[in-house]
């Protein structure tokens, strides 16, 4: 018995001692199945080094902005190559189709996907891959690990049908009249159409007909437009000439690249003169003097805080004499506006 288990145990010895020097025979016991994993764990797959991928996305941006990735490869072996960036759009929470791909060549261990304009608001999401090379293994940032916020533009804007502020000679009030109709005052980043309704009739001092606003936005690419129009309108104070005026509009756009816009009137008349006597686009800040009377036609006042834009007055008549009635009214005036432009 004795005999026989010397020979057992030296024969273990020498499976042993073979397995760690020849792979065929490592299948033969289970003890040396576990040491082929722990080598193959410590030496990586095909004995490559197993790096590990630091990334840094960039910070939030504005639509119509960029934005970025970088991506360190930490713990290889003087890892070459390129990594590849995955940019993957709003919705996409399992990163399934990627709206982007760059590919960025390793600069000592690092690498960056440059600038990549985004479209619409929401959160996007980056995955970096490291194919690997002769000495170090691949390495992947796992979705969901790099995520940028993407936030819409602000549109605001208004719009209203007219507007007036009439004194006598002494600076009391004889009419003060708030803007009617008028939107009021618009912001949202969403797309939208605001319409107040429309008034028929003003009487008195100003008078005028069907008299119609709208501020309409469109998130996507952002843009605002505002509008007006009025069918006609009166300004008939005592001892100033009166004014007369048909068809009369006016429109304010607004986008991250500038604003512009637009007046159209049929008719002016003041007193005795006409003015306009067809339908006729107004070039912007038109000014036409006829007596004690000033009229701008097409006033466009850039705006600047706290948004950009431009507001629009198709007709702005004042009347500002001494021993006379001052005047100040608006007819059709548009405002548009854009915030969080890149």
Avoid at 44 to 62: E, H, V
Avoid at 84 to 103: K, M, N, S, Y
Avoid at 183 to 204: E, K, M, N, Q, R
């Amino acid at each position: 018995t004795s005999f026989v288990g010397n020979i057992l145990a030296s024969a273990s010895v020498t499976l042993n001692q073979g397995a760690r020097s020849t792979g065929s025979l490592y299948a033969h016991t289970g003890a040396v199945t576990m040491d082929t994993n722990t080598v193959s764990t410590c030496g990586g797959a095909g004995g490559k080094g197993g790096p590990t991928i630091d990334t840094t996305p960039s910070g939030s941006a504005p639509v119509g902005g960029v934005v970025s990735d970088a991506a360190t490869i930490i713990g290889g072996a003087a890892p070459t190559g390129s990594v590849v960036f995955q940019l993957f759009g709003p919705g996409d929470v399992g990163c399934a189709t990627p709206i982007a791909t760059r590919t960025g060549v390793l600069v000592g261990s690092s690498a960056a996907s440059g600038d990549v304009t985004v479209g619409a608001p929401g959160t996007y999401r980056w995955v970096a891959a490291y194919a690997g090379d002769a000495n170090n293994a691949g390495a992947t940032s796992p979705c969901g690990s790099e995520t940028v916020e993407v936030t819409a533009q602000i549109l605001t804007g208004r719009a209203y049908g007219l507007g007036a502020d009439v004194q006598d000679a002494f600076g009391h009030p004889l009419l003060a009249l708030d803007p009617t109709p008028d939107t009021g005052s618009i912001s949202t980043p969403a797309s939208s159409s605001t319409t107040t309704p429309c008034v028929a009739t003003l009487t008195g001092l100003v008078g005028a007909h069907a008299l119609c606003v709208n501020v309409t936005t469109v998130a996507s690419p952002g843009r605002s437009t505002a509008s007006a129009s009025v069918a006609d309108a009166t300004v008939g104070v005592p001892t100033v000439p009166t004014v007369t005026m048909r068809a009369v509009q006016s429109t304010s756009t607004t986008t991250c690249g500038g604003s512009s816009g637009t007046t159209t009137i049929a008719y002016l008349k003041v007193g005795t003169v006409v003015v306009i006597d067809r339908p006729t686009a107004i070039a912007p800040n038109t000014t036409i003097s006829v007596g004690v009377v000033r009229l701008v036609l097409g006033e466009q006042i850039p705006v600047t805080t706290p948004d950009r834009g431009l507001t629009v007055n198709a007709v702005h008549v004042t009347v500002n004499a001494l021993g006379l009635a001052r005047v100040n009214v608006i007819v059709a005036s548009s405002e548009s506006d854009i915030g969080n432009c890149p």
